[in-house]
């Protein structure tokens, strides 16, 4: 069988933070959060406050995301 590739879209995206926790280990997924680029003198400061910082994946998409990011 060949060998999972990569999803390179979704590497650049997201990284992938393994840790212990009671022996267990604890997948965490961060990204930053989008829609940050242009357009962003019309949002109010709060809104731009928060697109600058970054965001915990939901627990849902833990399992696609490593699907896509077989080595993380």
Do not use: W, Y
């Not at 995206?13 to 961060?30: A, C, D, F, L, S």
């Not at 400061?45 to 080595?71: E, I, M, Q, W, Y």
Request: charged letters at 35%.
């Amino acid at each position: 069988m060949a060998k999972m590739k990569t999803h390179k879209a979704t590497a650049k995206r997201i990284k992938v933070k393994k840790t212990k926790k009671n022996g267990k280990t604890v997948v965490t997924m961060i990204k930053r959060q989008d829609g940050q680029d242009h357009f962003n003198a019309r949002e109010s400061g709060k809104v731009k406050r928060n697109k600058r910082s970054d965001n915990a994946l939901a627990n849902a998409h833990k399992k696609t995301v490593l699907r896509a990011l077989p080595h993380a």
